[in-house]
């Protein structure tokens, strides 16, 4: 009988981020995917960072707060949120690492924004203030309540993986930081109708893909399910 895949999934172990960002959306989603979830507290370097890598076959970046400015290379915005450092230099190192030894990888939200970062690319600190002509990405809603319409892009790793038969799907959104551009051997798979980013993926890579909605908690989704069997495939 063939293992199941191991999946690594970050965590902060801060009490206030347990609270609003649960860890049990993502063990569900990834069981649920037939892989076997992996919890991964903060590394602190890149030994670390490899030996985690060297137990696991895949990772998720898991959704969280917003990410320090000074990692961003700015000086901080009025709007910016609670950020939490030591979080923030434990998944840029483990996303750098992926993203240099082509490992499975998948980032959710803050995720998909440290992906960005990891690959030397750009964030909006605060989208409201920086982009004022965006909509609401932040709902007043249950977390598995579709918020808005996403374009899945054409020839893409993301449409692909989705088998969406329309360019669109409906998702969530928790969010007010938000990937600018795509990084440096990327490119764009989803907006939002605003123009926001909602998806990337890295090019000529086995499975790297970061998302902005939050597919972990859209449990009765078809869509959502599938960003994690893709991943589990992935690491077999």
């Known amino acids: ?23 049990a959306y993502y063990v569900e989603s990834v069981k649920k995917a037939k892989g076997t979830p992996l919890l991964i507290p ?3 370097d890149q030994e670390e960072a490899k030996a985690v890598f ?33 979080r923030d230099v434990s998944e840029i190192l483990l996303a750098q690492w992926a993203l240099q030894h082509d490992r499975p990888l ?5 995720g998909m924004q440290v992906m960005a970062i990891a690959a030397q690319g750009k964030i909006h600190q605060d989208i409201f203030s920086q982009y004022p002509e965006a909509m609401e990405h932040r709902q007043r809603a249950p977390r598995s309540y579709p918020w ?8 893409t790793r993301l449409r692909a993986i989705l088998r969406a038969p329309e360019k669109s799907i409906t ?38 893909l970061g998302v902005q909605w939050h ?22």
């Open 1 to 23: 009988m063939m293992s199941k895949p191991l999946i690594g999934i970050t965590v902060a172990h801060v009490a206030e981020e347990l609270q609003t960002f649960p860890r």
């Open 42 to 44: 903060p590394v602190a």
């Open 54 to 86: 060297s137990r696991v076959d895949g990772l998720i970046l898991s959704g969280g707060g917003d990410i320090a400015p000074l990692y961003l290379g700015e000086l901080a915005k009025r709007c910016i949120g609670d950020c939490q450092p030591e």
């Open 106 to 110: 998948l980032g959710i939200c803050r």
């Open 148 to 155: 808005h319409e996403i374009e899945i892009l054409e020839d």
């Open 171 to 208: 998702v969530n959104s928790f969010h007010h930081q938000a990937v600018f551009g795509a990084p440096p051997g990327f490119r764009i798979n989803a907006v939002a109708p605003d123009g926001i980013v909602e998806g990337i993926e890295k090019a000529r890579s086995g499975f790297c």
């Open 215 to 236: 597919p972990e908690s859209m449990e009765q989704d078809v869509y959502a399910q599938r960003l994690f069997v893709g991943l589990i495939q992935a690491c077999r």
